[in-house]
C-alpha cells in the first residue's frame, strides 16, 4: 500500500505466480497484496507474511534418495546399495542415527514405500522386501495359501507400491499388478490380477477412499471401486504427471495448504502445467498453474502449512 510518504510498502504477500513477467505480476495498492515470480528460503504464511525458513544440518554423509516417513517416528531411505531407517537419537551425530536394515540393492534405484498393518513393505523395480518391527526380510507374512501348482506367486519387484481396498497395488513397468484380497498382501494370481493395460509406463498410484489414481507417461485416469473385477475407469487429466513428485494423504492435511476444504483421503501431483488435487470419486482439478515443463521426476514433502515440491530435469 502507498503511505503518505510516497513509500509503497508491500504488505501482503499472495504466494508465486511463475506465469506472468515480473512487470506483471500483480499488486494491489489499496491492501498491499502482491505476488512474486521467486521465493528463495522463505515460507510465505496462510495471513501473507513472509519467514525466513529454518535453517539445517547435516546428519549423515552418503548419496541419500527416496526418503519416506508414514509420520511415526522413523523414516526410510535408500543409500549406495543398502535400506536404511532414520530415526531421532540425542545420543548420535546430529541427532539423527541412521540404521542399515538391508544391503544388496541395486544402487541409485528409486525405492518405492507403502506401510500396511504394522509393516513395510518395499520395492525399487529390482528387489522388494518387507519390514516388520524393525527387521528386514522377504516380502512374505509366514502363512502358506493352497491352490493349484503355479496359481499363486508372490509378488513382483515394482518400481511402485500403493495400498486400497485390503490389497497392495504394484506397478511394473507399464502394468498394474495387485495382490489377493482380505489382506493376503504376499500373493498374487499371475492370471489375472492385475488391470487393464492403458499403455504409457506407470508413473503414479495413488488410493483415495473409493478408488485409484494412475498415472502414466500418457495420462492420469481414476479407477473407481474397491473391487479390481468391478472398476470403472475414466481419464481425469490429459497430462502426465511427473515422476515422484506426489503428495498424498488425509484430506485435512492438506486443505490449509490447498486452501479449501478437503474430506477423506487427497492426493497432490505436479505436471508440466501446475499441480493438481485428485479427490474421492476421481474429481481432479488443476489447483495453480505453473510453467514446469523441463521437470523429469522429482520429490514432494508436506507440512501443515507448506508443500515443498523438489523437481530435477
Same mark, same amino acid.
Given at each position: 500500500?502507498?503511505?503518505?510518504? *510516497?513509500?509503497?510498502?508491500? @504488505? ?8 506472468? !513477467? ?6 494491489? %495498492? ?76 541395486? !544402487? ?9 498393518? /504394522?509393516?513395510?513393505?518395499? @520395492?525399487?523395480?529390482?528387489?522388494? $522386501? ?18 493349484? !501348482? ?32 482380505? $489382506? ?29 489414481? &494412475? ?8 479407477? @473407481? *471401486?474397491?473391487? !479390481? ?19 498424498? /494423504? ?13 474430506? /477423506? ?8 502445467? /501446475?499441480?493438481?488435487? $485428485? ?16 521437470? *523429469? ?8 502449512? @507448506?508443500?515443498?515440491? &523438489?523437481?530435477? %530435469?
Amino acid at each position: 500500500m502507498s503511505g503518505a510518504d *510516497g513509500v509503497t510498502r508491500f @504488505a501482503v504477500c499472495r504466494g508465486l505466480d511463475a506465469t506472468r !513477467p515480473a512487470a506483471r505480476l500483480a499488486f494491489d %495498492p489499496k491492501t498491499g497484496g502482491y505476488h512474486v515470480s521467486r521465493a528463495v528460503n522463505v515460507d510465505v504464511l496462510p495471513g501473507g507474511g513472509v519467514r525466513r525458513r529454518a535453517g539445517f544440518r547435516r546428519v549423515s554423509d552418503g548419496t541419500f534418495h527416496s526418503l519416506w516417513s508414514d509420520g511415526r517416528g522413523a523414516a526410510y531411505a535408500g543409500v549406495d546399495d543398502r535400506l536404511v531407517r532414520l530415526a531421532p537419537d540425542s545420543d548420535a551425530a546430529g541427532g539423527v542415527a541412521v540404521e542399515t536394515l538391508a544391503t544388496g540393492l541395486t !544402487p541409485g534405484a528409486a525405492l518405492s514405500f507403502v506401510a500396511v498393518a /504394522g509393516r513395510v513393505y518395499y @520395492a525399487n523395480g529390482h528387489e522388494n $522386501g518387507m519390514i516388520a518391527g524393525g527387521v528386514a526380510g522377504i516380502w512374505s507374512d509366514g502363512t502358506v495359501l493352497t491352490g493349484r !501348482p503355479g496359481e499363486y506367486v508372490a509378488p513382483p519387484a515394482g518400481h511402485l507400491l500403493e495400498h486400497h481396498a485390503g490389497r497392495i497395488f504394484i506397478a511394473a513397468g507399464d502394468m498394474v499388478l495387485f495382490t489377493l484380497g482380505a $489382506g493376503a498382501y504376499h500373493l498374487l494370481d499371475p492370471a489375472g490380477d492385475f488391470l487393464p493395460g492403458r499403455g504409457g509406463r506407470v508413473r503414479m498410484l495413488a488410493a483415495v477412499d473409493d478408488g485409484l489414481f &494412475v498415472g502414466t507417461d500418457q495420462e492420469v485416469y481414476f479407477a @473407481a *471401486g474397491h473391487d !479390481p473385477a468391478q472398476f470403472a475407469y475414466r481419464r481425469v487429466m490429459d497430462a502426465p504427471p511427473i515422476p515422484g513428485a506426489c503428495l498424498r /494423504g488425509p484430506g485435512i492435511d492438506l486443505a490449509r495448504v490447498a486452501g479449501r476444504d478437503i474430506t /477423506g483421503q487427497a492426493v497432490v501431483w505436479a505436471d508440466a502445467r /501446475g499441480l493438481c488435487l $485428485g479427490l474421492s470419486g476421481g474429481q481432479a482439478t488443476r489447483l495453480v498453474r505453473l510453467p514446469l515443463d523441463g521437470a *523429469g521426476s522429482g520429490a514432494a514433502v508436506s507440512s501443515d502449512a @507448506a508443500w515443498l515440491f &523438489v523437481l530435477r %530435469p
